[in-house]
T-cell receptor, first 112, second 115 residues
Framework: DAKTTQPNSMESNEEEPVHLPCNHS???????IHWYRQLPSQGPEYVIHGLTSNVNNRMASLAIAEDRKSSTLILHRATLRDAAVYYC?????????????FGGGTRLMVKP | KAGVTQTPRYLIKTRGQQVTLSCSPISGHRSVSWYQQTPGQGLQFLFEYFSETQRNKGNFPGRFSGRQFSNSRSEMNVSTLELGDSALYLC??????????????FGSGTRLTVV
């Protein structure tokens, strides 16, 4: 599976936007970009995914670079409940399986 | 609708024993995957089932096994437990097997402690 690179940790102030970067320079044309987050003492939670175009949902926005070698997860107004580890994962569309390859993720700390 | 349900939430076992963990996927989801999470290794894929058949397996010893029933519920079994098997075991369900255009729903996990 193609690899992703994320910063180990980031800090944000409450009610400010947060931009979480992810580099995936070896992405292939059929790889979807998925984001999950894991709050303390919980299983990972699906956040958003996309292929080429920017995507929005009630939780976040996903901005994908034109060459698809990087993407950014945007939390428009961080809350204390957004403090979690955020994982950027590439999922091949043609893969005959659901295996997710997790990296270390980015630990987001939100300050009140 | 109900989420992914894992039972039990917590478990303490002794080295050498075996353990069975259970996962009920979201209604209508036919794919169930299992993951192990430890502080040292992070989240690692164990195996995946679809239509009662194992479709993928991660790099774990044969002591780790699983199965899926006709109602899509899944169990995983670990035999001859070792201290290093202490971990959070997570189950994830998905509506389909193939394709990257699906999100996956995780349960809260079973925390296994081997003493």
């Amino acid at each position: 599976d193609a690899k992703t690179t994320q910063p180990n940790s980031m800090e944000s102030n409450e009610e400010e936007p947060v931009h979480l970067p992810c580099n995936h320079s070896t992405i292939s044309g059929t790889d979807y970009i998925h984001w999950y987050r894991q709050l303390p003492s919980q299983g990972p939670e699906y956040v958003i995914h996309g292929l080429t175009s920017n995507v929005n949902n009630r939780m976040a926005s996903l901005a994908i670079a034109e060459d698809r070698k990087s993407s950014t997860l945007i939390l428009h107004r961080a809350t204390l409940r957004d403090a979690a580890v955020y994982y950027c994962i590439l999922r091949p569309h043609n893969n005959a399986g659901n295996m997710l390859t997790f990296g270390g993720g980015t630990r987001l700390m939100v300050k009140p | 609708k109900a989420g992914v349900t894992q039972t039990p939430r917590y478990l303490i076992k002794t080295r050498g024993q075996q353990v069975t963990l259970s996962c009920s996927p979201i209604s209508g989801h036919r794919s169930v995957s299992w993951y192990q999470q430890t502080p040292g290794q992070g989240l690692q894929f164990l195996f995946e089932y679809f239509s009662e058949t194992q479709r993928n397996k991660g790099n774990f010893p044969g002591r780790f096994s699983g199965r899926q029933f006709s109602n899509s519920r899944s169990e995983m079994n670990v035999s001859t437990l070792e201290l290093g098997d202490s971990a959070l075991y997570l189950c994830a369900s998905s509506p389909a097997l193939t394709g990257g255009n699906y999100g996956y729903t995780f349960g809260s996990g079973t925390r296994l402690t081997v003493v």
